[in-house]
Each structure stands twice: as structure tokens, then as C-alpha cells.
């Protein structure tokens, strides 16, 4: 197939909470990239199976449960962290997490283009901070990606929009609530300028918060009725988490969902289950107050834009968690608008990702689309500041790029020094709103020296802004009088201080990712799971599969009962013995590996006597081993 590209492929990335998609220009028009089994969303779900490969996508979804020790979800929501993630008992950054994705979606530019270089835009919600945008550019990088522009989330989605509606003017609200995130921003079209005039949000906001409203709904009845909280189960834990993302999408087409886990932990070596019926009236109440804080949010927005609600002429639903009928309802009510139905709320980020891709490698240069965005927190430093009485007090915080100023944007102001012979002056970066910085988001810190050491006045100091298309920014301080200047690029600060460090990680994560069953169309490194094999003993069910009652007696079964019976009893406690033993330090593995040596002894033998003590034994080990 003959693709318009220039000599390095550009593409966009959507890196999504719950989902990640990767598009490209065909034909003047974005499309997704789909993988060999015809899938365009990728589930940003991370798995190291005990065989040490890397497993990403529906596969790793799928071991949420079994293997949560194994598994991670939702990583997005700790980008720019220094939060150790422990998988297989192997540690790693989140944004390495975050390149395993990025590096299973390069395989599907890599499938399209074939192999070499590909440049990136990469989108990350507006309200994200310099560390985590920083965090994102990292991510792409380890995975192989030229990452030459990261952009806003709602106005990815707003181009999207922006390219099939290039003669529609007006000002359009983009609502984006995805799995982790959420973001607001009003956007002006006029002639093919699309103009971000303001944004709002929270990167703490979306569809994982409900699911664990629901979770502790669901938990709340067990622990009501059975005096066990699952929550301190890690598989219960799990379970529940699966079964509350199930019940909150069933909940957007349905009036109620019925539950029914039989299993989802243990108490006294009996199962604790979960049947209940929720109502979307119940879910309602438990995710109002969230969706409220949107509409809070929405108001500002409006507000920071110099709008009224009256202003805004179309409205633009993003984001899997915008299909929920409470979120469609209270926009509708709030603006007096109906959202367009038009806009794929999967799809929308990741096809405006590769509009910019194709704004940038020239696919698009005729189209007459022109972008700008804006900058979504206020960024400067920290200064001596009055407080109420006249006190002179440090740590008030100056504005130099003030919020939803456009960008690309280059400001500076000019300072003082503030005692006489002074010859040093730490600059201090911010972000926020805030009028002190104790209160705003820390940034970065340098040291200016070489200022001339003046006893008869103050000495003028002008620090400088810089902050570019990506969000990303870089500031430098000059004394006048000297010239002498220093300067911080916080966009690439840590990693580029150790770049031996950056290349370690790139070729850990290479090897991981060599392991893996990749280009299939279904991932058969979870199938061939054999019980007599101790390497795939974590990969076998946590609790037995065909257990349809949560009221069955798991007790030791008297004399008179069907050996049969009891010989399923005892594989299924050698399944779930074997899945416990991958999680248990050595001390306590030694007993459980000989009581389950015994049980397979005593199952071959069919003695009952030994069979009914044994599996006694066995359940103990477990119990002790889950508290």
C-alpha cells in the first residue's frame, strides 16, 4: 500500500487512562491504525507473565484479577511521579510503564510504514503539569518515538472537529471525561483558525473514581452482611474493581444490573460472595457529586473565557465516561444545548493527534486549519511578598505567564534583589493560581550568581518565560548590570542530567519487550497453562471457575459422600493453593509445597481418611496465608 508520508512518519498518539489509540493521515483524512486482529483501541493495561515477557493490551486486561501482582491499570494517573511500581517483583517508573504501550502501538507504525524512525505527537489532558508533560515526552522517547509535540487533550478533539467543520464559526465547549482525567476548554473557530481561548480540569477526575465509588458500595454490603471487608483482599479487591467497570458501562443503556460473584474472598475457609442488584438511580447518587465538580469546572471555563453560557454554540462530548446519561443530561441543563452525537468519544483525541501530526509533516498544509492553544496554569516565581498588617513575608508567588495565555509565549519581568551586597539569588519556579507558592505546584529551582555586590541600592534582575508548543517550559534569569545569566530547561531536566541513566532504562525495558508473543492476532502465551508446570502456577484461576453458588459449603465432606465429589474438592484447593504459593515470601511457600505434594499423593491413592485431613491442612495454609 503506497502511504503519504514525509521521510519520518508522523503519528498521533492518544496515551489514554483506560485506553490508548494511535492514528495517522490517509487520504487528507485521520484514521486509527488497528492491529493484525483488527482492534483500534489498546487497553493501557501492562502484564509481566512468569515467563518475564512484557504482555500489553486485552490479554493484560485479562490478568487483572488473577495475576494483580503481575498487572498494572490505569497508569496514567501516575505519570510525573517518583512512585516505584512493583510488577513480578521487578521495579519500574511509570513512565516506563507508560512506554510499553507506547511501544505496542509503534508496532503498529511499524506494520503500516515498516521499520525506522516515527515522530510523534503525543496528547495528555491540559490540566497535566510540567512533570508529567516532561513524564509523557520520556515515555515516547523510551519507546522508540521522535516525540516532537505534545499537545492538550480537548484540543486534539477540537481539531478532529475543526477539520470536517473548517467553514463553521462559533465558539465550541469541549467536555472531555476519560478513565483518569478530566478537561474543559472553550475553543473559537473563525475561518479555520481554531483558537483555544481557556481551559480547566482535573487530572484526578474520571471514570476510575466511579468504579471505585462502586467498589466501596459493593464492599460496604459485604462487610454489612458477612463482617469482612474484601477490600483487604487484593484479588477480592480486583474482582470487584472488574465487576463495577462492567456495572457502570451496563448502567449507560440499562436501568439496572444484576451482580452475582460467587467468590470474592474467603472467610474461615468458606467463599464470602456478592449478590445484589444496582439501579442507575443508585449510581446516580454515588457519582453526582463528581459530576457536579465538572459542571463547577464548566462554569469556570466559560467564565475564564469571557463568555456567557449564551456564547457557546456547539458542545463536544470526549472521553468513554461522557456516555454515561447523568454527565449528557447535566451539560444539556446546564448550557441549554444538546451535544453533537457526531463526535467518537474514543476516538476523538487520538484522531486529532494525528491532525496536528499532519499540520506539522505538511499532509495538511492545505487544508487552511491553523491551531493555537493556551497555556492552562499561571507560571512564575516565588518573591517577598506583603502580607495583611504590612509584614514583609518570602514565599509569595509572581505571575510571569499568566493562565489561558496563547501559546507559544515569551515573557519577562523584571526583579530586585532584596538585601544590600547581595551576589547570589535562587530563582524559584511555579505553577498556579495560588497567591503563595506553598500552595501552587513546585516546578524547579536554579541558582543565579555572579550579581555585583552593590551596598548602595538594589540590583535589577529580569527573569525570562519560555514556553513552547509542547506546554513544556524553560526559564532563565540575567543580572543587568553584569550580564551574567543562567537558565533551567525544565522540559527534558531530569533526564538529560543523566542520560547514562535514560539509555539503562530504554535497554531494560528492550529486553523485556524482546520476550514477548507480539504480531499475534491472539496472544497464546496464556493459554498453554499446564497445572503440573510450577512456572504457570500463578497464572491458574484465584478461585475455582465453576462455583455458581455463594451460598455452597465448603467444609471437608463427610465419609458417605461421593468420592468424586470430594476429589474435585481437592484439585480445585490444589488450583487455588498453587495460584497462593507466587505470592508468599520462602518461609512460608515450604509448608504449603509439601501439604500440596500430600494432596496430589492422597488424590492418586483416593484414601479419604488422608484426602479429608490433608485438604484441611491445605485450607489452614491458605487462611494463614491470606491474614
Known amino acids: 500500500m503506497n ?30 491504525i488497528e492491529a493484525a486482529n483488527g482492534e483500534s483501541l489498546l487497553p493501557s493495561v501492562v502484564l509481566i507473565d512468569p515467563k518475564g515477557a512484557v504482555i500489553v493490551g486485552q490479554n493484560a486486561k485479562d490478568a487483572l484479577v488473577a495475576m494483580p501482582d503481575r498487572s498494572i491499570a490505569a497508569i496514567k494517573r501516575k505519570m510525573g511521579s517518583d512512585e516505584e511500581i512493583v510488577l ?19 508496532q503498529r507504525a511499524d506494520e503500516l510504514y515498516g521499520e525506522g524512525e516515527k515522530e510523534a505527537v503525543i496528547t495528555v489532558p491540559a490540566y497535566f503539569t510540567d512533570e508529567q508533560r516532561r513524564a509523557t515526552k520520556r515515555a515516547g522517547e523510551m519507546a522508540g518515538f521522535i516525540v516532537e509535540r505534545i499537545i492538550n487533550e480537548p484540543t486534539a478533539a477540537a481539531l478532529a472537529f475543526g477539520l470536517d467543520h473548517l467553514q463553521k464559526d462559533g465558539h465550541f465547549l469541549v467536555y472531555d471525561l476519560g478513565g483518569g482525567t478530566f478537561d474543559v476548554s472553550i475553543v473559537e473557530m473563525f475561518s479555520g483558525v481554531l483558537e483555544v481561548k481557556a481551559s480547566s480540569g482535573d487530572h484526578m477526575l474520571g471514570g476510575e473514581d466511579f468504579d471505585w465509588l462502586l467498589v466501596d458500595w459493593f464492599a460496604e454490603k459485604i462487610l454489612a452482611e458477612h463482617d469482612i471487608d474484601p477490600r483487604l483482599d487484593i484479588r477480592g479487591k480486583a474482582l470487584l474493581k472488574e465487576e463495577a467497570e462492567r456495572v457502570k458501562i451496563a448502567l449507560s443503556s440499562e436501568e439496572s444490573v444484576s451482580v452475582s460473584l460467587p467468590l470474592v474472598t ?37 467564565k475564564d473565557a469571557e463568555l456567557s453560557v449564551k456564547d457557546i454554540d456547539e458542545v463536544l462530548l470526549v472521553g468513554g465516561s461522557t456516555r454515561i446519561p447523568l454527565v449528557r443530561d447535566s ?53 517577598l511578598a506583603e502580607k495583611p498588617g504590612g509584614r514583609i ?126 504480531n499475534l492476532e491472539e496472544d497464546e502465551s496464556l493459554e498453554d497453562i499446564s497445572v503440573d508446570d510450577p512456572e504457570d502456577w ?90
Open 3 to 32: 502511504q503519504e508520508y514525509t521521510s519520518h512518519p508522523v503519528v498521533g498518539i492518544d496515551l489514554g487512562t483506560t485506553n490508548s489509540a494511535i492514528a495517522y493521515i490517509r487520504g487528507g483524512k485521520p484514521e486509527l
Open 88 to 106: 513480578a517483583d521487578q521495579a519500574f517508573s511509570p513512565e516506563e510503564i507508560s512506554a510499553f504501550i507506547l511501544k505496542e502501538l509503534k
Open 266 to 302: 474467603l472467610q474461615e475457609n468458606r467463599p464470602v460472595g456478592l449478590a445484589v442488584e444496582v439501579t442507575r438511580s443508585q449510581f446516580v447518587a454515588l457519582i453526582e457529586g463528581l459530576i457536579a465538580q465538572t459542571m463547577e469546572r464548566t462554569s469556570q471555563v466559560i
Open 331 to 383: 451539560i444539556s441543563a446546564k448550557l441549554g444545548l444538546s451535544p453533537r452525537s457526531d463526535v467518537h468519544p474514543d476516538e476523538a483525541v487520538a484522531l486529532g493527534a494525528a491532525v496536528q501530526a499532519g499540520l506539522k509533516s505538511g499532509l495538511l498544509s492545505e487544508s487552511g486549519l491553523i491551531a493555537t492553544d493556551v497555556a492552562p496554569f499561571s507560571m512564575g516565581i516565588a518573591v
Open 393 to 518: 513575608k518570602p514565599g509569595g508567588f509572581s505571575p510571569i505567564i499568566s493562565k489561558n495565555t496563547t501559546i507559544p509565549v515569551t515573557r519577562t519581568e523584571k526583579f530586585y534583589t532584596s538585601a544590600m551586597g547581595q551576589t547570589a539569588v535562587s530563582i524559584e519556579v511555579y505553577q498556579g493560581e495560588h497567591e503563595w507558592v506553598k500552595h501552587n505546584h513546585r516546578l524547579g529551582e536554579f541558582l543565579l550568581e555572579g550579581i555585583p555586590e552593590n551596598w548602595k541600592g538594589q540590583e535589577a534582575i529580569e527573569v525570562t518565560f519560555r514556553y513552547n508548543l509542547n506546554g513544556i517550559l524553560e526559564v532563565s534569569a540575567r543580572s543587568v548590570s553584569s550580564g551574567e545569566e543562567m537558565s533551567i530547561t525544565l522540559q527534558d531536566a531530569l533526564i538529560r542530567n543523566n542520560r547514562r541513566e535514560f539509555e539503562e532504562s530504554v535497554q531494560r525495558l528492550q529486553k523485556l519487550w524482546e520476550n514477548a508473543p507480539h
Open 538 to 627: 500463578d497464572l491458574l484461576p484465584d478461585f475455582p471457575a465453576d462455583l455458581d453458588d455463594p451460598d455452597e459449603d465448603w467444609d471437608i465432606p463427610e465419609d458417605d459422600e461421593a468420592p468424586t465429589v470430594l476429589h474435585e474438592d481437592g484439585q480445585q484447593l490444589i488450583e487455588q493453593a498453587r495460584k497462593t504459593l507466587a505470592d508468599l515470601d520462602s518461609e512460608q511457600q515450604i509448608p504449603l509445597v509439601a501439604a500440596i505434594q500430600e494432596l496430589e499423593q492422597a488424590l492418586k491413592e483416593e484414601n479419604v481418611d488422608q484426602l479429608k485431613d490433608v485438604m484441611a491442612r491445605v485450607t489452614d495454609l491458605l487462611i494463614d496465608a491470606e491474614y
